[in-house]
């Protein structure tokens, strides 16, 4: 069974910290995502890798950082949390085309305070 | 920039009744449409994924494709309460079809 795991689950930050959100998947797939979705809203893209060592900037990448260190990890970085950064934030992994399933991680609920 | 948008933005419908939900997006050479649940504090449950135009159905959801009108529909066929969750409609590209662009969801209730 296809799996993405994410870590912590739940956070509660202090606005200026530095916050590091962790993804592991074990499906062997070469891209991986982060989203962030505010509540009652759709989700929205933040980086994305397609290989390890290499991140794109997705839709809305300003305050955020990623790391790709392995095919199986990904990395979302908040060097400096804001308020405006309290979110869930969702992982993803998926191969490039084939129409196959996306798989999400259960997502980490982000405080900052 | 693609643009994805979903309407109604809420809808309360009775048990076992249709729900209808429509989802427009604005680039024609999208190819990757994938409606989602979620219920409430909860994480994405895929629905139903389609890749070309006509329909699709898994259990008691339908999606219906028309790439030529810029709509992908969802029908869910005599819902149950347990079905009241916040519907969103995702639309991608092949080549990158983790690449999501979200609408902002409908919020479906279901009353007994």
């Known amino acids: 069974e296809a799996a993405v795991t994410q870590s912590p689950r739940s956070k509660v930050a202090v606005t200026g910290g530095k916050v590091t959100l962790s993804c592991h998947q074990t499906?062997?797939?070469?891209?991986m995502y982060w989203y962030r979705q505010d509540t009652g809203h759709g989700l929205r893209l933040i980086h994305y890798s397609y290989v390890a060592d290499s991140t794109e900037k997705g839709d809305i990448p300003d305050g955020y950082k990623a790391s790709r260190p392995s095919q199986e990890n990904f990395s979302l970085i908040l060097e400096l949390a804001s308020l405006s950064q309290t979110a869930v934030y969702f992982c993803?992994?998926?191969?490039?085309?084939?129409?196959?399933?996306?798989?999400f991680g259960k997502g980490t609920r982000l405080t900052v305070v | 920039q693609q643009k994805v948008q979903q309407s109604p933005e809420s809808l309360t419908v009775s048990e076992g009744a249709m729900a209808s939900l429509n989802c427009t997006f604005s680039?024609?050479?999208?190819?990757?449409f994938r409606w989602y649940r979620q219920h409430s504090g909860k994480g994405l449950e895929v629905l139903v994924s389609i890749f070309s135009d006509g329909e699709k159905e898994e259990g008691s959801f339908t999606a219906h494709l028309n790439r030529a009108s810029l709509h992908v529909f969802l029908h869910i066929r005599e819902p149950q309460p347990s079905d009241s969750a916040l519907y969103l409609c995702?639309?991608?590209?092949?080549?990158?079809?983790?690449?999501?662009?979200f609408g902002q969801g409908t919020k479906l209730s279901i009353k007994p």
């Open positions: 993803a992994s998926s191969v490039t085309g084939g129409d196959t399933e996306v798989f």
């Open positions: 680039d024609r050479s999208s190819d990757n």
């Open positions: 499906n062997n797939h070469d891209y």
């Open positions: 995702a639309v991608s590209l092949n080549y990158n079809q983790g690449k999501l662009i």
